[in-house]
Each structure stands twice: as structure tokens, then as C-alpha cells.
């Protein structure tokens, strides 16, 4: 078994506690500590108040199951294709994500503090419902915003994503400025043509909670949501493991499954709110409060979109070799 697969297995072996216990664990977490869009106006959408109906958690076995089918056969044909190219000893010129459109939102916005009223206009929430434009986001102890962690990783993913031949498009240009509305950015992956969505978060929650988690939007408004972008989740996900970074012990299993976030809900292509650890949590703030710990945020998400780009890659390519001849 590959590191990452091994990863993957580590990851999905508390999934079925996710599911199960996600109820549960709306309640402990009240969701209105989980990162929001919003700042924590309490209970205006009912977020914290009554979680459970705006929640579908996957049905464990069933879902569970396909999907460990699904990642057999990714794995396997991941296998194959490293086979095969080491047969054909093929020269791998071509930057491993060459022609792919990245979408990077750098959550929350460094202007916000300046205008908090503006923060509070109503948009729509993709789900016939609305939101506030904009939430101020979390915060380490020792005051280092969201914003800013959110913004550095950002702008340290971009160059690395760029070397490996990929187009990179942000949400927001600057970290002083307001910054669009959350359903702005919901919209900008397929405003710009990208093929992938990225919204970069840290989460703001009680200090014994650590670790990273993914949230998805759920139930699915578009073929790319569900599946193609819990996929996505899974990878960036792998990416963080395999540089050392430790999954939440908030969220078990992992992927969030919510339908209040704007941000997600209006995306057209595979789109993930990643929140990269806890920024209440000490030894999480001390990582994130460094240079050295963002790149190393950097690189993980980096390497989670090479993983993601070749899969897909390695999709269609099997996808094609079974279509019959024409
Ligand atoms: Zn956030």
C-alpha cells in the first residue's frame, strides 16, 4: 500500500464515525465555533440551533462502501499507469498540472475590520436563501487573523501551483481591501473558467480541538458537488498528511457535509473549503504564526492538487482506452 493509500485508509477508517456520530458532534461543536462565512451571529440561520436538518450525512455503509470501491480502482489504475510509464521510460516533460485552471479563494478579507455594517449585507446563498456577505473569520490567541493566514498560504500556494504550469486565479487581489461577498466567490471559479475550486480557511473553534477537516457542499446543487469534490476534499486532505500535518479531532472522518455555505453551494466545478487546523489551539497557532509553517500549509495544498490533477488525468485516460473503437 502507497503512503498516500495508506493515508487514505487512515483517513476513511473514521468516517464512519463521522457520519454516524455527526449529529452528535454538531451538537459539541455547535457548529457556530466551526469557521463560518458569517461571523457567529447566533442562531440567524439556525446554524447552531438546529443543525440537524440542514445536514445529510452519507449513508455509512453504502457510501462507504462505493467508495472504497472506487478508490480500488483509482489505485489500481493508478498502479497500472505508473507501470506503464515506467515501461515506456517516458520522458515526463509536461508540468503535472499543465492546462489546469486553479480557483484559489483566500477566505475572509483583510478590509472587513473597516466596514463591519457592509459585512452584514444579504446575499444568496445558492440554496434560495441568503447570507451575510462577508464574516471577519477566526483568530489565534495571540491575535494573528484568518485573513492573514489565509492570504500567505495563498500567496505562497500560487508559485509552486505556477511551476507546475497551472493557471492560478484569486478571489481577492490584496489582504487590506473588502473583498467580494461570499456568493462572488461561489461564482468565480466559472466566472474565470476554472476547473477546480479551492476556498483556504483556519477554523476558530475551542483550544482541545486540532487538526484539519474539509467541508463540502451537500446535498449536491451541481454534478460537480458531492462526489467529484469530496473526491477533491480526499486529496488535499492526503497532501496535508503527508506533510505532517494531523487531522481534526473535531471532525472525524474528516469531510463537513453543509448546505449553508455560499462560498460552495454556487460552484459549478469540484469545490472545498479547507480549514487547515485550529487557530485557538496552541500548538496549531504556533505553526500557523510562522513563515516556515505556511509554506509548509503551502506545499501540502500543492501536493494535494498535483494528486487530484493526475487522478483526473488517469480517469480519463482509462475512460478513453474503454471506449470502443469507432
Ligand atoms: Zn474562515
Redo the contacts with the bound molecule.
Keep these: 500500500m502507497s503512503s498516500r493509500s495508506k493515508a487514505r485508509a487512515d483517513h476513511r477508517s473514521g468516517r464512519a464515525f463521522c457520519s454516524t456520530g455527526l449529529l452528535g458532534l454538531l451538537a459539541l461543536c455547535a457548529c457556530g465555533l466551526i ?3 458569517e461571523p457567529a451571529a447566533p442562531a440567524a440561520e439556525g446554524e447552531a440551533s438546529s443543525p440537524a436538518p440542514e445536514v445529510s450525512p452519507p449513508s455509512t455503509e453504502t457510501s462507504s462502501g462505493e467508495k472504497k470501491t472506487a478508490d480500488s480502482q483509482r489505485d489500481s489504475a493508478e498502479e497500472q499507469s505508473e507501470q506503464e510509464a515506467s515501461d515506456e521510460d517516458v520522458a515526463e516533460e509536461e508540468p503535472a498540472l499543465e492546462g489546469v485552471h486553479i480557483a484559489l479563494d483566500p ?2 478579507a483583510g478590509g472587513i475590520g473597516a466596514d463591519p455594517a457592509r459585512a452584514f449585507t444579504q446575499v444568496p446563498d445558492g440554496r434560495g436563501g441568503f447570507k451575510d456577505c462577508q ?1 471577519v ?2 483568530a489565534t490567541n495571540a491575535g494573528y487573523p ?2 492573514a493566514f ?1 492570504w500567505d498560504v495563498s500567496v505562497r500556494l500560487v508559485p509552486l501551483l505556477e511551476a507546475d504550469g497551472a493557471e492560478v486565479s484569486l478571489t481577492r487581489q490584496n489582504d487590506t481591501d473588502f473583498g467580494p461577498c461570499v456568493d462572488e466567490r461561489g461564482q468565480f471559479p466559472q466566472n474565470v473558467g476554472a476547473d477546480v475550486y479551492v ?1 483556504i ?4 473553534s475551542d483550544p482541545y480541538y486540532a487538526g484539519y477537516f474539509a467541508i463540502i457542499s451537500d446535498p449536491p446543487l451541481n454534478p460537480a458537488q458531492g462526489e467529484p469534490s469530496s473526491d477533491l476534499a480526499w486529496h488535499l486532505m492526503d497532501g496535508l498528511a503527508e506533510e505532517g500535518f494531523a487531522p481534526s479531532n473535531q471532525i472525524a472522518g474528516g469531510v463537513m457535509a453543509r448546505s449553508d455555505i455560499a462560498g460552495l453551494n454556487w460552484a459549478e466545478v469540484p469545490a472545498v ?1 479547507m ?1 487547515l487546523g485550529e487557530m485557538r489551539n496552541a500548538e496549531e497557532a504556533a505553526v500557523m504564526e510562522t513563515e516556515e509553517g505556511r509554506q509548509r500549509y503551502a506545499e501540502a495544498l500543492h501536493a494535494g492538487l498535483v494528486s487530484w490533477s493526475q487522478a483526473q488525468s488517469q480517469e480519463q485516460s482509462a475512460a478513453e482506452a474503454e471506449e470502443p473503437p469507432a
Design positions: 469557521d463560518q462565512e477566505g475572509h464574516a473569520g477566526a484568518e485573513h489565509n476556498s480557511h483556519a477554523n476558530g473549503m480549514e
